[in-house]
């Protein structure tokens, strides 16, 4: 018998902990809870598949956690869920996905399915579509124009452009893409996310 999958929820706000236990109750998941970084290094003793982790938190911040879970060889799919605005240099963060609070309950229910999903994917496609995520994401606060002048994102741009064509397009039917991409950025170069390379 196969385990429920385990997702970690991490903020230090206990009211944003309850209402994201909530938001994920329907999902056929394990849901274990930290109330900061600490607890969260702690809790991925735990067979954790996937992190949603704050990434302003006291005493130890998100990136840190994220830096540790990577170095003690934890492997979750991690996501930033966070006030703090996504700036180019999480292109180089080993994250699959980032969210500005504040975030809609289907966005990150489906976040969190995509993350899930993604476990079954071959290496490729998977590091495709958190390229995908993290453009989206950058996409939210900035124009393509502007962005292309950071050499992170240039670089983002240009894996992204030469993965596409060894992505085999029916893995690509993700609503949490589908949706960051036809919302995420007012660029009128921004083409909403389809499915077949």
Not at 91 to 107: F, G, N, S
């Amino acid at each position: 018998m196969n385990r429920r999958p385990r997702v970690l929820i991490v903020d230090d706000e206990p009211a944003l902990l309850d209402l994201y236990e909530i938001w994920l109750a329907d999902l056929d998941v394990a849901i274990r809870r930290a109330n900061g970084g600490a607890e969260a290094l702690e809790r991925c003793h735990e067979g954790i598949d996937v992190v949603l982790l704050d990434r302003h938190m006291p005493r130890l911040s998100g990136d840190e956690v994220l830096d540790e879970l990577r170095e003690r060889g934890f492997d979750p799919r991690v996501a930033f869920v966070s006030a703090a605005t996504p700036d180019v240099r999480i292109v180089d963060l080993d994250i699959d996905a980032y969210l500005t609070k504040p975030v809609a309950r289907e966005v990150y229910v489906d976040l969190v399915q995509s993350l899930l999903r993604r476990e079954s994917l071959p290496e490729t496609t998977d590091r495709y579509l958190s390229n995908l995520s993290k453009r989206a994401a950058l996409l939210e606060t900035e124009s393509r124009s502007v962005l292309r002048n950071e050499s992170a994102y240039a670089a983002l741009e240009e894996e992204i452009s030469e993965m596409a064509p060894r992505i085999d397009g029916h893995q690509l039917d993700d609503p949490f893409l589908r949706r960051a991409s036809t919302d995420g950025g007012a660029d009128d170069e921004l083409v909403p996310f389809d499915p077949t390379p």
